[in-house]
C-alpha cells in the first residue's frame, strides 16, 4: 500500500481562508515534500522538509512534521482561488530509494 | 515550464499493442522517474535512472521497461497492453539521485487503451 495518504480528500472553501491539509506515513522516511497538480497536468514542487526538522516555511505555505506521529501538514494561508488544485504529499524509502505519493487532497477555493 | 519534455502528449492505441513514451529531463539533469497516475489517482512510482543506470524501482509491471540513453533521456516502454493501463504517465527529473533531490515534472503523456 502506498506510504503517504492525505486526509482530507476534498476540501472546499472561501477565498481568504486559511486550508490545512494532512499526510500521514507508514515508515521512516529521510523528506517528505508537498507537489500541487492543476488539473490533468504535472505536479509542481511546493516544499520539503527534513525528518530533522520540525516546521518549514514558504510564503504563504507552513508545513509541518511530527516524525513520532509520522504525519505533516500543509497550511496555505489566505487561500486564493489559483490555489484550486490537487495537493500532494511525497516521501522516500529510506532503505530502498523508492518515492511514495499519496492520494492527493483536492482543493476547491471559491471567488 | 518545468523544463521536461515529454512525447506524446496523447496516445490513443488498442489493447495488446506496444507503445513508447519518451522524456528529456532538464539540462543537466541526471536522474529521470517515471509514474503512472490512473484516473482521480495518486502518483504510482515505477521506476528511476541516474546517469543511465536503474537506481530504484517501484510497482513497475514485468510488461513494462525502461531505459536511459548516453544523451539522458528516456523511454518507458509498454507492451501487451490492457484496458488497465490508460493513465497519465509523467516523468520526472532531479539534478541528482538522492532522496531529498526536487523532482521537475514533464506535463505528462495521455495514454488511452481501448
Known amino acids: 500500500s502506498q506510504q503517504g495518504e492525505e486526509d482530507p480528500q476534498a476540501l472546499s472553501i472561501q477565498e481568504g481562508e486559511n486550508a490545512t491539509m494532512n499526510c500521514s506515513y507508514k515508515t521512516s522516511i529521510n523528506n517528505l515534500q508537498w507537489y500541487r497538480q492543476n488539473s490533468g497536468r504535472g505536479l509542481v514542487h511546493l516544499i520539503l522538509?527534513?525528518?530533522?526538522?520540525r516546521e518549514k516555511h514558504s510564503g504563504r505555505l507552513r508545513v509541518t512534521l511530527d516524525t513520532s506521529k509520522k504525519s505533516s501538514s500543509l497550511l496555505i494561508t489566505a487561500s486564493r482561488a489559483a490555489d484550486t488544485a490537487s495537493y500532494f504529499c511525497?516521501?522516500?524509502?529510506?532503505?530502498?530509494?523508492?518515492?511514495?505519493f499519496g492520494s492527493g487532497t483536492k482543493l476547491n477555493v471559491k471567488p | 515550464d518545468s523544463g521536461v519534455t515529454q512525447t506524446p502528449k496523447h496516445l490513443i492505441t488498442a489493447t495488446g499493442q506496444r507503445v513508447t513514451l519518451r522524456c528529456s529531463p532538464r539540462s543537466g539533469d541526471l536522474s529521470v522517474y517515471w509514474y503512472q497516475q490512473s484516473l482521480d489517482q495518486g502518483l504510482q512510482f515505477l521506476i528511476q535512472y541516474y546517469n543511465g543506470e536503474e537506481r530504484a524501482k517501484g510497482n513497475i509491471l514485468e510488461r513494462f521497461s525502461a531505459q536511459q540513453f548516453p544523451d539522458l533521456h528516456s523511454e518507458l516502454n509498454l507492451s501487451s497492453l490492457e484496458l488497465g493501463d490508460s493513465a497519465l504517465y509523467f516523468c520526472?527529473?532531479?539534478?541528482?539521485?538522492?532522496?531529498?533531490?526536487?523532482?521537475?515534472f514533464g506535463p505528462g503523456t495521455r495514454l488511452t487503451v481501448l
Open positions: 522538509i527534513r525528518s530533522n526538522e
Open positions: 511525497a516521501t522516500d524509502s529510506y532503505n530502498f530509494n523508492k518515492f511514495y
Open positions: 520526472a527529473s532531479s539534478a541528482r539521485q538522492g532522496a531529498t533531490d526536487t523532482q521537475y
